[in-house]
Protein backbone atom coordinates (compact mmCIF):
# COMPACT_ATOMS: atom_id res chain seq x y z
CA UNK A 1 0.00 0.00 0.00
CA UNK A 2 1.39 3.61 -1.14
CA UNK A 3 1.23 5.61 2.31
CA UNK A 4 0.47 8.89 0.29
CA UNK A 5 -1.94 11.32 1.19
CA UNK A 6 -3.96 10.93 -2.07
CA UNK A 7 -3.81 7.36 -2.16
CA UNK A 8 -5.16 7.05 1.18
CA UNK A 9 -7.69 9.54 0.91
CA UNK A 10 -8.76 7.91 -2.49
CA UNK A 11 -8.90 4.56 -0.48
CA UNK A 12 -10.93 5.90 2.13
CA UNK A 13 -13.76 7.46 -0.59
CA UNK A 14 -13.41 4.26 -2.36
CA UNK A 15 -14.50 1.93 1.01
CA UNK A 16 -17.58 4.53 1.75
CA UNK A 17 -18.84 4.43 -2.24
CA UNK A 18 -18.40 0.39 -2.44
CA UNK A 19 -20.02 0.25 1.34
CA UNK A 20 -22.89 1.83 0.45
CA UNK A 21 -23.67 0.22 -3.44
CA UNK A 22 -23.31 -3.21 -1.63
CA UNK A 23 -25.96 -1.95 1.07
CA UNK A 24 -28.74 0.11 -1.02
CA UNK A 25 -27.91 -0.89 -4.90
CA UNK A 26 -26.74 -4.51 -5.20
CA UNK A 27 -29.92 -7.10 -4.85
CA UNK A 28 -28.08 -9.98 -5.59
CA UNK A 29 -29.45 -12.67 -3.49
CA UNK A 30 -26.26 -14.84 -3.02
CA UNK A 31 -25.18 -11.67 -1.39
CA UNK A 32 -25.03 -11.86 2.64
CA UNK A 33 -24.29 -9.55 5.42
CA UNK A 34 -20.68 -7.78 4.16
CA UNK A 35 -18.59 -5.47 5.62
CA UNK A 36 -15.59 -4.11 3.79
CA UNK A 37 -12.90 -4.10 6.32
CA UNK A 38 -9.82 -2.54 4.51
CA UNK A 39 -9.30 -0.68 1.09
CA UNK A 40 -5.57 -0.53 -0.21
CA UNK A 41 -4.59 1.25 -3.63
CA UNK A 42 -1.64 0.95 -5.58
CA UNK A 43 0.84 4.01 -5.66
CA UNK A 44 -0.17 4.92 -9.36
CA UNK A 45 -4.08 4.71 -8.21
CA UNK A 46 -4.77 2.21 -10.77
CA UNK A 47 -5.78 -0.79 -8.80
CA UNK A 48 -7.50 -1.15 -5.56
CA UNK A 49 -8.30 -4.32 -3.48
CA UNK A 50 -11.13 -4.55 -1.20
CA UNK A 51 -10.92 -6.68 1.85
CA UNK A 52 -13.96 -7.58 3.03
CA UNK A 53 -15.52 -10.44 6.01
CA UNK A 54 -18.95 -12.28 5.76
CA UNK A 55 -20.79 -13.08 8.85
CA UNK A 56 -22.16 -16.77 8.56
CA UNK A 57 -21.28 -20.15 7.06
CA UNK A 58 -18.80 -21.54 4.30
CA UNK A 59 -21.47 -21.51 1.75
CA UNK A 60 -22.55 -17.94 2.16
CA UNK A 61 -19.04 -16.66 1.99
CA UNK A 62 -18.58 -18.64 -1.37
CA UNK A 63 -22.09 -16.81 -2.14
CA UNK A 64 -21.14 -13.76 -1.37
CA UNK A 65 -17.33 -14.01 -2.68
CA UNK A 66 -19.50 -14.85 -6.27
CA UNK A 67 -22.13 -12.01 -5.52
CA UNK A 68 -19.44 -9.41 -5.29
CA UNK A 69 -17.17 -10.77 -8.60
CA UNK A 70 -20.13 -10.07 -10.45
CA UNK A 71 -20.97 -6.72 -9.36
CA UNK A 72 -17.71 -5.41 -9.73
CA UNK A 73 -18.27 -3.63 -13.02
CA UNK A 74 -21.47 -1.33 -11.79
CA UNK A 75 -19.00 -0.83 -8.34
CA UNK A 76 -16.43 0.31 -10.40
CA UNK A 77 -18.59 2.07 -12.53
CA UNK A 78 -20.01 4.02 -9.51
CA UNK A 79 -16.55 4.39 -8.11
CA UNK A 80 -15.17 6.26 -11.24
CA UNK A 81 -18.40 7.97 -11.57
CA UNK A 82 -18.56 9.36 -7.99
CA UNK A 83 -14.39 10.02 -7.14
CA UNK A 84 -14.01 11.53 -10.41
CA UNK A 85 -10.67 10.63 -10.76
CA UNK A 86 -9.15 10.45 -14.59
CA UNK A 87 -8.40 6.70 -14.66
CA UNK A 88 -10.84 4.61 -12.40
CA UNK A 89 -9.05 1.72 -10.64
CA UNK A 90 -9.31 -1.71 -11.30
CA UNK A 91 -11.41 -3.56 -8.17
CA UNK A 92 -10.38 -6.29 -6.30
CA UNK A 93 -12.33 -8.02 -3.67
CA UNK A 94 -10.45 -10.45 -1.04
CA UNK A 95 -11.81 -12.30 1.60
CA UNK A 96 -10.26 -10.98 4.61
CA UNK A 97 -8.79 -13.59 6.66
CA UNK A 98 -8.41 -11.27 9.89
CA UNK A 99 -11.87 -13.03 11.99
CA UNK A 100 -10.20 -16.95 11.40
CA UNK A 101 -7.17 -15.62 12.70
CA UNK A 102 -8.34 -13.89 15.36
CA UNK A 103 -10.50 -17.31 16.36
CA UNK A 104 -6.95 -19.37 16.08
CA UNK A 105 -5.91 -16.88 18.35
CA UNK A 106 -8.82 -17.21 21.19
CA UNK A 107 -8.49 -20.90 20.91
CA UNK A 108 -4.55 -20.79 21.34
CA UNK A 109 -5.14 -18.56 24.61
CA UNK A 110 -8.23 -20.30 26.05
CA UNK A 111 -6.01 -23.73 25.52
CA UNK A 112 -2.55 -21.92 27.49
CA UNK A 113 -5.12 -20.31 30.14
CA UNK A 114 -6.19 -24.24 31.11
CA UNK A 115 -2.59 -25.26 30.88
CA UNK A 116 -2.16 -22.54 33.54
CA UNK A 117 -4.54 -23.52 35.41
CA UNK A 118 -3.72 -27.08 35.81
CA UNK A 119 -0.08 -25.90 36.69
CA UNK A 120 -1.35 -23.98 39.17
CA UNK A 121 -3.48 -26.92 40.85
CA UNK A 122 -0.10 -29.23 40.77
CA UNK A 123 1.42 -26.60 42.47
CA UNK A 124 -1.00 -26.16 45.64
CA UNK A 125 0.19 -29.82 47.04
CA UNK A 126 4.04 -30.02 45.59
CA UNK A 127 7.07 -29.83 48.22
CA UNK A 128 10.40 -28.77 47.16
CA UNK A 129 12.79 -31.82 46.42
CA UNK A 130 15.53 -30.47 47.96
CA UNK A 131 15.80 -26.67 50.36
CA UNK A 132 13.23 -24.63 49.72
CA UNK A 133 16.24 -21.98 48.80
CA UNK A 134 18.71 -24.17 47.03
CA UNK A 135 21.51 -21.09 47.41
CA UNK A 136 24.34 -20.82 49.86
CA UNK A 137 24.16 -17.83 52.50
CA UNK A 138 26.75 -16.67 54.17
CA UNK A 139 27.21 -17.76 57.49
CA UNK A 140 26.19 -15.65 60.35
CA UNK A 141 28.71 -15.54 63.34
CA UNK A 142 28.16 -15.45 66.76
CA UNK A 143 28.52 -12.63 68.38
CA UNK A 144 31.10 -13.90 70.78
CA UNK A 145 33.45 -14.61 67.78
CA UNK A 146 33.47 -10.89 66.15
CA UNK A 147 35.29 -9.67 69.58
CA UNK A 148 38.98 -10.50 68.30
CA UNK A 149 41.31 -9.94 71.55
CA UNK A 150 44.24 -7.47 70.47
CA UNK A 151 46.58 -9.51 71.68
CA UNK A 152 45.79 -12.51 69.18
CA UNK A 153 46.19 -9.58 66.47
CA UNK A 154 49.69 -8.27 67.81
CA UNK A 155 51.21 -12.15 68.00
CA UNK A 156 49.87 -12.98 64.14
CA UNK A 157 51.46 -9.72 62.91
CA UNK A 158 54.81 -10.80 64.74
CA UNK A 159 54.51 -14.47 63.57
CA UNK A 160 53.70 -13.77 59.90
CA UNK A 161 56.57 -15.32 58.22
CA UNK A 162 56.94 -18.10 60.66
CA UNK A 163 56.58 -21.45 58.77
CA UNK A 164 56.29 -24.76 61.11
CA UNK A 165 57.28 -22.91 64.19
CA UNK A 166 60.69 -21.88 62.03
CA UNK A 167 61.53 -17.93 61.12
CA UNK A 168 62.41 -16.63 58.37
CA UNK A 169 66.01 -15.31 60.38
CA UNK A 170 66.00 -19.31 61.53
CA UNK A 171 65.96 -20.37 57.94
CA UNK A 172 68.34 -17.67 57.00
CA UNK A 173 71.04 -18.78 59.12
CA UNK A 174 70.89 -22.18 57.87
CA UNK A 175 70.73 -21.80 53.79
CA UNK A 176 72.87 -18.47 54.11
CA UNK A 177 71.26 -15.04 52.86
CA UNK A 178 68.66 -15.00 50.39
CA UNK A 179 69.32 -14.01 46.75
CA UNK A 180 65.94 -13.66 45.69
CA UNK A 181 66.50 -16.59 42.74
CA UNK A 182 65.01 -19.80 43.81
CA UNK A 183 67.68 -22.92 43.16
CA UNK A 184 71.25 -22.38 43.08
CA UNK A 185 73.01 -19.87 44.50
CA UNK A 186 76.13 -17.75 42.93
CA UNK A 187 76.18 -20.52 39.91
Known amino acids: MNDSPRALKLADRIKVIVATMLDTRVKDPRLGFVTITDVRVSGDLQHATLFYTVFGTDEE ?3 TGAALVSATGMLRREVGRQTGVRLTPTLEFIADAIPENARVIEDLLSEARG ?5 AKSKEGAAYAGDADPYRVPREDED ?3 EIDEDETDDETDDSDEVDGETA ?3 EDEQGPSTGVSGREGV
Open 61 to 63: REG
Open 115 to 119: RDAEL
Open 169 to 171: ADR
Open 144 to 146: EDD
